[in-house]
């Protein structure tokens, strides 16, 4: 077991002013948002998943123009599956409901990856810019591609959810772990297990990571306000990584619906769902997950899940309707305000002393 008490990892090992990083949160955000949380001290982060190469690079061209501070990028690292033809086209039946009720044809679905992980086309792209801190969901990417990212000085970060992930991952090269708690919107960034008994809460992970590990560890999950920061701050955390507090900041590009169902009731009831992409990933509940269940073991594989509900998305947005839509939140969602990025950044660290 490592010796090291939290008191004795740094408190800023961070290239920026504030201990805070905004979540990249793929789909509600870009740039904008970004340079408003670095231009405000904290570590703003930009999402590339669902992002071409010319959007990669035209995104960094946008940041780096405007702001000369750090920024983190963030990457997914998951393999890209084989087709199941079989599984797929029975969920496509098991779908038929809901497209009849949008006369949606079947058969004009085509199944697609949807997001792409890193790969050498993106960090050629990167080495243009050499941001200072470049961060991973599901693990890590391959060796050599790691190492070429850490031979432009970026600090590496990724996430974990259980303390088995973050000693892989510090066995593995990364400057700092992001604890993430079962609390966190979006995505779960498991990648060592599948098993969802296996989470636990930001607070319980934190502390557990810390004695097993001694790199910094950044603590992300249910994070709406001054008060969760000093909490976590206090309990041994280096940094804390927030992003549903970030999603009504008029910087955000997150949709009126989305935005509508945050400020709702609906957002005290949020729960882990696969519909959407083929992993689990916390969102507000609504229609889709009601009427399927919230998770499926029928659901194709990640990231292939997501091209079957897409044109269901679309329909029902049309008619201003988040029935359909991956409304991702985080629990503590209606603690969240609609703050300016930057005045929300300095907020949140009000509380503690850095």
Same mark, same amino acid.
């Given at each position: 077991?490592?010796?090291?008490?939290?008191?004795?990892?740094?408190?800023?090992?961070?290239?920026?002013?504030?201990?805070?990083?905004?979540?990249?949160?793929?789909?509600?955000?870009?740039?904008?948002?970004?340079?408003?949380?670095?231009?405000?001290?904290?570590?703003?982060?930009?999402?590339?998943?669902?992002?071409?190469?010319?959007?990669?690079?035209?995104?960094?061209?946008?940041?780096?123009?405007?702001?000369?501070?750090?920024?983190?990028?963030?990457?997914? &690292?998951?393999?890209?599956?084989?087709?199941?033809?079989?599984?797929?086209?029975?969920?496509?039946?098991?779908?038929?409901?809901?497209?009849?009720?949008?006369?949606?044809?079947?058969?004009?679905?085509?199944?697609?990856?949807?997001?792409?992980?890193?790969?050498?086309?993106?960090?050629?792209?990167?080495?243009?810019?050499?941001?200072?801190?470049?961060?991973?969901?599901?693990? !890590?990417?391959?060796?050599?591609?790691?190492?070429?990212?850490?031979?432009?000085?970026?600090?590496?970060?990724?996430?974990?959810?259980?303390?088995?992930?973050?000693?892989?991952?510090?066995? *593995?090269?990364?400057?700092?772990?992001?604890?993430?708690?079962?609390?966190?919107?979006? *995505?779960?960034?498991?990648?060592?297990?599948?098993?969802?008994?296996?989470?636990?809460?930001?607070?319980?992970?934190?502390?557990?990571?810390?004695?097993?590990?001694?790199?910094?560890?950044?603590?992300?999950?249910?994070?709406?306000?001054?008060?969760?920061?000093?909490?976590?701050?206090?309990?041994?955390?280096?940094?804390?990584?927030?992003?549903?507090?970030?999603?009504?900041?008029?910087?955000?590009?997150?949709?009126?619906? *989305?935005?509508?169902?945050?400020?709702?009731?609906?957002? &005290?009831?949020?729960?882990?769902?696969?519909?959407?992409?083929?992993?689990?990933?916390?969102?507000?509940?609504? *229609?889709?997950?009601?009427?399927?269940?919230?998770?499926?073991?029928?659901?194709?594989?990640?990231?292939?899940?997501?091209?079957?509900?897409?044109?269901?998305?679309?329909?029902?947005?049309?008619?201003?309707?988040?029935?359909?839509?991956?409304?991702?939140?985080?629990?503590?969602?209606?603690?969240?305000?609609?703050?300016?990025?930057?005045? !929300?950044?300095?907020?949140?660290?009000?509380?503690?002393?850095?």
């Amino acid at each position: 077991m490592i010796s090291s008490v939290p008191s004795e990892r740094s408190k800023h090992f961070l290239p920026s002013e504030l201990p805070v990083i905004q979540a990249p949160m793929a789909g509600s955000q870009g740039s904008a948002l970004v340079v408003a949380v670095s231009e405000a001290g904290g570590l703003g982060s930009l999402p590339c998943a669902m992002l071409s190469s010319e959007q990669l690079d035209l995104e960094l061209s946008r940041i780096t123009q405007a702001t000369a501070r750090a920024f983190n990028v963030n990457f997914f &690292c998951h393999l890209q599956p084989e087709p199941d033809p079989t599984r797929e086209q029975k969920w496509l039946e098991r779908m038929s409901v809901f497209y009849r009720e949008f006369d949606i044809d079947p058969a004009s679905i085509k199944p697609a990856a949807g997001r792409l992980p890193f790969s050498a086309e993106s960090a050629e792209i990167l080495e243009c810019y050499k941001p200072a801190v470049v961060s991973f969901h599901f693990g !890590l990417p391959a060796k050599a591609l790691l190492n070429r990212v850490k031979s432009w000085g970026s600090m590496v970060l990724s996430s974990a959810t259980t303390v088995e992930e973050a000693v892989w991952l510090q066995e *593995h090269g990364v400057d700092a772990i992001i604890a993430q708690g079962v609390e966190a919107g979006g *995505h779960r960034g498991m990648f060592l297990t599948d098993d969802l008994n296996s989470q636990s809460g930001t607070e319980t992970l934190l502390r557990n990571i810390l004695q097993s590990t001694d790199l910094p560890v950044i603590a992300a999950g249910g994070i709406a306000n001054e008060n969760d920061v000093k909490q976590l701050i206090d309990a041994g955390a280096s940094a804390v990584q927030a992003g549903t507090a970030y999603l009504l900041c008029p910087e955000a590009a997150t949709s009126e619906i *989305h935005r509508a169902a945050l400020q709702s009731d609906a957002a &005290c009831n949020t729960e882990l769902t696969n519909l959407f992409s083929g992993r689990p990933a916390r969102g507000i509940r609504n *229609h889709f997950m009601e009427q399927v269940g919230p998770l499926s073991a029928d659901v194709p594989v990640f990231p292939r899940a997501t091209s079957f509900v897409a044109p269901l998305r679309a329909a029902a947005e049309k008619q201003q309707s988040g029935d359909f839509s991956p409304l991702w939140a985080g629990q503590n969602a209606l603690n969240c305000e609609a703050l300016p990025a930057a005045e !929300l950044t300095r907020k949140l660290v009000s509380r503690v002393s850095f």
